[in-house]
């Protein structure tokens, strides 16, 4: 290693790799290294090395292409880096006058030249030759310094882990050990000796599995000591542990395949009638068993006890499967499920779980790779934060979690495994469905994606549960004597599983698992059939392994003290002879008669060829199956769902309205009077939410949460007097308990500290959101966090909110490119409030005082709870402090000052009447005191200022988009109007919009304000500075507002273009500034 490491340091080819990469930076790179003129940019780029080139000492002459080549990198030398620099620099200016980029040979001649390496004679074509490999007569820079670099190094010391598939990887500190105390070296010893004796006597495999065993035990038997994260490939519970199946197993196999042949025929009739809906067939063909299994006995009603039941996050590509099975309840009708994907009309069902769109069926949304997994793990927790403070007994409760194996790619699957396995949720089930594919190929070709995932769940603090064998193929595995079988599963990669599935070819499977392996003899007494037929049923579609395996997590979840998944191996479409297992089925859509024949036959449907035949474009409903509520299936399966408590999935919320009486509207007056003390509406909202948390059983109800910043907006004063939950107590002094705002947790703790995480918060907010569905129990979250981190970060999770039917608060705390100053970049939101219109369900606000805030808030409680509305309130919040003003006397447009500023604008301050002109400036958030210092200033020029405070520009514009539509499907009748209009139109003078905002936010409103309208916005990125300096950068200080009117004005001829131009040099603005983070100019 060291020889190589010394061949490798001779060659400079580590950094040049780099280099060749670079190419195009090289020029950009060479500007800001060498004295460049400016109009390089459009001519030829005049390059002036700065470092002189170290001559080589060899001899002019006839020297070959190796001796040349290594004079060249002697040349460049140690100073390598810098020596490439000024090489291409050099290599540019020439390639760069034919726009060709590439050098002939007389060019490289000179350019080595130039560098300290000439070349004579014979010297040029040889030389140029080692460079040209394709033979083309010129050669390119990246040809150039690949040859030069020579042969990349390996990757690694070795690779040779990459043909291991049993998640056994090499390590390098095998050998580094542990020095642990031994209280008997001697003892020690002999286990030693012994563990020596097991290996020589029976081999690496016996000994693996014996100290499985032996590990085992030992956790059985009390033993603190942690048990390996992967274990052999066998099914957690072995056949003779199995329980007696406590249903009619020929009833519900006949009951999964009518369910199985509904879900199919659903996607595939649709697409035929409607071409393009879409749909998936696959992946609940291979979920089937295992949902119906849970139907069946395991999966808790509304009406169960202890809470309201279960809560299923579902596949959303397996969501035909639900509408299938809530067809043969007769929950849906045919209509609908003949109408799949496509509701405009109101007839039919949605794609994917959607509660939005249908709000009595679905209560999870799914479809979001990543994000369901990590709501069933906050939903999880909730229900457990509910209990512990008293307010609703979820002591029954379980959240069952349907992962797929590609869905486990996605960070918030990770994350959620880690965050349920540290918080201990033992009422989390989740059933990762192994059927090895994603939408294009196999999730893990190369490996084994299920000792993957144990070791995943496993080190993570979960009971895991493998379901991997049927029952004919699991006798194999029992039979197993020497553990030479189990080891051939374990490094057979899933391409080939994936492979014996999609061919199914049962000489291929005997020859390549079991005769390639010296295991033939294992199945021996097995038709080729019979082998293949055994395979391709593993123990995701075996009724009996499937019961044992949710029953032992049922088990998990009543006395354990971790949470469970189960890891079960499926085929993905499975029974679907055609397509089964093959890398197009997720994109199967539809399936032709002789495909339906195939899958009638094996489902024993009772539909007969020609049915299948006359089916289709006109009369798609011969295709489905329901055997009538009077039939032994039909009337099974809603037994089985009455003893569980009722049909699922159905969304039962409570009406909020009739059981919980909300706060007065004088709660809400705390700042109607002002305050001169300077303040920020961050705290303003502070000291309102701690009002509201003292309100009998209303506060109880309200549920601050933060991500790990409630010191940053005041509300550390929170923490001993609500206290922060933890389920497990407080079992430490905290470093500030001498103090009154000591950090202190408790199980009952009202605030929940979300860590540094806010997908982890937005879901925890989504479950507080949505309780009043999911248990009946209205909780009101108050999420307050940087508001850069909100829509930007985590646009997905509020969208789901959305989704979901969540109420609730999001507050986007430290506001504005300008107003967090000192933050930087990726911390300076001027663009959540824009985003927020994006969401149909989301009213976003942007306050300027504390009284609008107060309004704001009373506003969004009172719809979300007195009039039940599934509606997302984000608010702005600033932490720049400055005087509160009292509440305007005056009207807007003949409204009393609440009432519009619950419209989204009202008018803050009249123009004095002594003033020649008037113009209007209008402001929100911070940026507010910004507009009244232009007062000031503009009275200077005889200019009187009109101030509007804009709190709500995207709920203006939805209304006027909403008149627009009015009078356009309503010729006859006059135009309708709208707040924005009324109060802005009918207007001839010059209106400033000016906020801590993108300028795109002030353009949903700018068509509808009368006159001309100066828009100034904090387009571009953020940086550090003070507030005063950003202002000025982006140009939305009192002097910009000031000379903003001015020039409109004198655009309008109402004042001399000399005032603006003199205010312009008065104040220091100027047009040119610089912008580091843009390539081009700043306009």
């Not at 209205?778 to 909110?801: C, E, K, N, T």
Request: charged share 25%; net charge negative.
């Amino acid at each position: 290693v060291r020889a190589c490491r010394s061949a490798l340091a001779r060659r400079f080819c580590s950094q040049s790799a780099k280099m060749m990469r670079w190419t195009a930076p090289f020029k950009r790179l060479a500007q800001a290294g060498v004295e460049t003129a400016r109009t390089n940019r459009l001519g030829s780029r005049l390059y002036t090395p700065m470092i002189k080139f170290r001559a080589g000492s060899t001899a002019l002459g006839d020297r070959s292409a190796e001796e040349l080549l290594n004079q060249l990198r002697s040349v460049i030398g140690k100073d390598s880096s810098s020596s490439l620099l000024q090489l291409s620099n050099e290599w540019f200016g020439r390639a760069d006058k034919d726009r060709s980029m590439q050098l002939q040979a007389e060019e490289l001649s000179s350019l080595m030249a130039d560098v300290g390496l000439p070349l004579e004679g014979k010297e040029v074509q040889t030389f140029f030759e080692v460079f040209d490999v394709n033979k083309s007569g010129s050669v390119s820079y990246a040809d150039f310094t690949a040859t030069l670099r020579g042969e990349m190094p390996q990757f690694a010391a070795s690779l040779a882990f990459m043909n291991q598939y049993r998640g056994h990887y090499p390590s390098a500190m095998v050998s580094s050990g542990t020095d642990l105390a031994i209280f008997d070296k001697a003892e020690a010893e002999e286990w030693i000796e012994s563990l020596d004796a097991v290996i020589q006597h029976h081999g690496h495999t016996r000994t693996r599995f014996m100290l499985h065993d032996l590990l085992d035990e030992a956790v059985r038997k009390g033993v603190k000591v942690s048990p390996p994260i992967t274990t052999p490939m066998i099914n957690s519970i072995p056949t003779s542990a199995e329980p007696s199946y406590p249903g009619d197993l020929a009833m519900e196999r006949r009951v999964s395949n009518l369910v199985r042949w509904n879900a199919a025929v659903m996607v595939s009739d649709g697409n035929k009638r409607a071409m393009g809906v879409g749909g998936h067939i696959g992946t609940f063909a291979s979920i089937c068993d295992v949902w119906e299994v849970g139907m069946n006995h395991f999966f808790r009603g509304k009406a169960y006890g202890g809470g309201q039941g279960d809560q299923i996050y579902m596949q959303g590509h397996a969501s035909p499967g639900a509408y299938a099975r809530a067809y043969l309840e007769g929950r849906l009708s045919l209509e609908r499920i003949m109408n799949f994907r496509q509701e405009v009309g109101g007839k039919g069902v949605s794609s994917y779980p959607h509660p939005r769109l249908m709000p009595d069926f679905w209560e999870n949304p799914t479809v979001s790779m990543g994000i369901g997994p990590l709501c069933a793990v906050t939903q999880a927790r909730f229900f457990r934060y509910l209990h512990l403070r008293g307010m609703a007994d979820t002591s029954a409760c379980r959240v069952w979690c349907f992962i797929g194996d590609g869905e486990m790619d996605e960070p918030e699957s990770i994350y959620a495994i880690a965050r349920a396995g540290y918080e201990r949720l033992n009422n989390l089930i989740m059933i990762v469905n192994c059927n090895y594919q994603r939408l294009d190929g196999p999730v893990r070709g190369n490996s084994k994606v299920i000792q993957e995932f144990e070791g995943v769940f496993r080190g993570a603090g979960f009971d895991c549960i493998k379901l991997i064998w049927g029952s004919e193929w699991n006798k194999l595995v029992d039979n197993d004597p020497d553990g030479r079988f189990i080891e051939v599963l374990e490094r057979t990669p899933d391409g080939d599983c994936q492979r014996y599935a999609a061919k199914q070819d049962g000489a291929l499977l005997r020859k390549e698992m079991f005769d390639d392996n010296g295991l033939g003899d294992r199945v021996a007494h097995l038709t080729d059939a019979e082998l293949i037929s055994a395979y391709m049923q593993p123990g995701g579609h075996d009724h009996k392994k499937i019961y044992s395996a949710m029953l032992q997590a049922e088990k998990n979840a009543e006395s354990g003290g971790r949470p469970s998944v189960i890891l079960a191996k499926t085929l993905k479409g499975f029974s679907l002879a055609t397509f089964q297992g093959r890398n197009t089925v997720h994109q199967q859509k539809t399936m032709k008669d002789d495909e339906l024949m195939g899958f009638r036959t094996v489902l024993d449907i009772p539909l007969t060829d020609e049915q299948i035949k006359s089916g289709g474009e006109n009369q798609g409903g011969e295709f489905f199956r329901n055997p009538g509520p009077d039939s032994p299936e039909v009337k099974y399966m809603c037994e089985q769902r009455h003893k569980l408590g009722g049909f699922y999935p159905t969304r039962q919320p409570a009406k909020v309205s009739s059981i919980i009486e909300i706060p007065e509207t004088g709660t809400y007056t705390l700042f109607d009077k002002g305050n001169p003390k300077p303040m920020s509406t961050t705290m303003a909202f502070a000291g309102l939410l701690r009002k509201l948390m003292k309100m009998g059983d209303f506060g109880k109800r309200c549920v601050p949460m933060v991500t790990d910043e409630a010191r940053t907006f005041g509300m550390n004063a929170f923490f001993h007097e609500f206290k922060i939950h933890a389920p497990f107590g407080q079992h430490y002094t905290p470093v500030d308990h001498d103090i009154l705002m000591k950090y202190s947790e408790a199980p009952d703790g009202q605030i929940l500290q979300e860590g540094i995480s806010e997908a982890g918060a937005l879901s925890t907010w989504i479950a507080c959101g949505t309780s009043y569905a999911s248990q009946g129990c209205p909780m009101l979250p108050f999420f307050i966090y940087y508001s850069m981190f909100g829509f930007q970060r985590v646009g997905d999770f509020i969208w789901q909110a959305a989704d979901a039917r969540s109420r609730g608060f999001l507050l986007g705390a430290t506001a504005g490119r300008t107003t967090l100053n000192g933050e930087g970049l990726q911390h300076q939101d001027g663009h959540s409030n824009l985003f927020a219109i994006s969401n149909p369900a989301c009213i976003a606000w942007d306050p300027a005082f504390s009284y609008e805030l107060a309004y704001i808030i009373e506003d969004g409680i009172y719809k979300m709870w007195g009039q039940d509305k599934d509606l997302i309130y984000y608010i702005s919040l600033y932490n720049e402090n400055h005087p509160m003003p009292e509440v305007p006397k005056h009207l807007t447009c003949g409204v009393a000052t609440k009432e519009a500023v619950l419209k989204g604008l009202y008018k803050f301050q009249e123009a004095p009447s002594d003033k020649a002109m008037t113009v209007r400036v209008i402001s929100s958030g911070s940026i507010m005191q910004q507009a009244l210092g232009a007062v000031a200033l503009l009275a200077e020029y005889g200019v009187g200022v009109e101030i509007w405070s804009a709190t709500n520009i995207g709920e203006l514009n939805r209304e006027a988009f909403k008149a627009e539509r009015y009078s356009r499907l309503h010729p006859m009748e006059p135009k309708k109007s709208c707040w924005v209009n009324d109060c802005l139109g009918d207007y001839d003078g010059v209106t400033v919009i000016s906020s801590d905002n993108i300028s795109q936010y002030h353009q949903l409103i700018e068509k509808y304000c009368g006159g001309d309208v100066v828009n100034l916005g904090t387009d571009g990125f953020g940086r550090s500075d003070t507030r005063e300096k950003l202002r000025r950068f982006f140009e939305i200080d009192s002097e910009s507002i000031c000379v903003g009117a001015l020039t409109a004005l004198a655009r309008q001829g109402k004042v001399d273009p000399k005032v603006a131009q003199e205010a312009i040099e008065k104040f220091g603005l100027k047009y040119e500034r610089q912008d580091i983070t843009m390539d081009n100019d700043w306009p």
